[in-house]
């Protein structure tokens, strides 16, 4: 790992694609918000990980790696998180007047996810859904499984999630 400057520091993160899950060290200025990342003018074209402890769902059963640094390419990432139980503060003013929390299942590859999104009371989800158009979409108050490892239970306050890679369901 290169050596960190004065104005950096070490954030552990998962990261989500549609075909494995990452879990490594990145790079990040002292005042970054890492949880919210993505979202931001900066973000490079690929997800540097130090140290990552890698979880493939190519094959018939689970595999796992690790490297000394991986380099995930952004258009893949489908999901992206702080690991718990580090966390950010959330992205949103809890007194905004006009909106609620609606529960929603997400598929992210293999993984179902079971969380909130926050949307105006003047509407619906599908309207929400069809009306965004924002490369990354926060989820709160999250839990996030995986049937290939009944093991596997990750409960986060907040992540990111790329809206036109996932598939959302209401119960």
């Known amino acids: 790992m290169k050596e960190l400057a004065s104005d950096e520091k070490i954030a552990t993160v998962m990261v989500y694609t549609n075909t494995m899950l990452a879990r490594g060290e990145v790079v990040a200025k002292e005042n970054a918000r890492v949880s919210i990342w993505l979202r931001t003018q900066g973000v ?3 997800i540097h990980l130090y140290k990552p402890q890698v979880i493939s769902f190519l094959g018939s059963a689970p595999k796992t790696f690790s490297f000394s640094e991986m380099f995930i390419p952004i258009v893949q990432v489908v ?3 702080l690991a718990p139980p580090a966390q950010d503060p959330l992205d949103y003013d809890a007194g905004e007047a006009n909106r609620m929390m609606q529960l929603l299942d997400v598929m992210i590859g293999s993984f179902l996810l079971k969380g909130k999104i ?3 009371m003047q509407t619906d989800v599908a309207t929400s859904l069809d009306v965004m158009r924002a ?3 926060s989820l709160y108050e999250a839990e996030i499984t995986n ?3 009944p093991q596997f239970n990750v409960r986060v306050p907040m992540l990111l999630v790329n809206p036109n890679q996932v598939s959302f369901g209401i119960t």
């Open 118 to 120: 926050r949307i105006s």
């Open 147 to 149: 049937p290939y490892l």
């Open 44 to 46: 490079p074209n690929y």
């Open 79 to 81: 999901a992206f998180h």
């Open 135 to 137: 490369s990354w979409m």
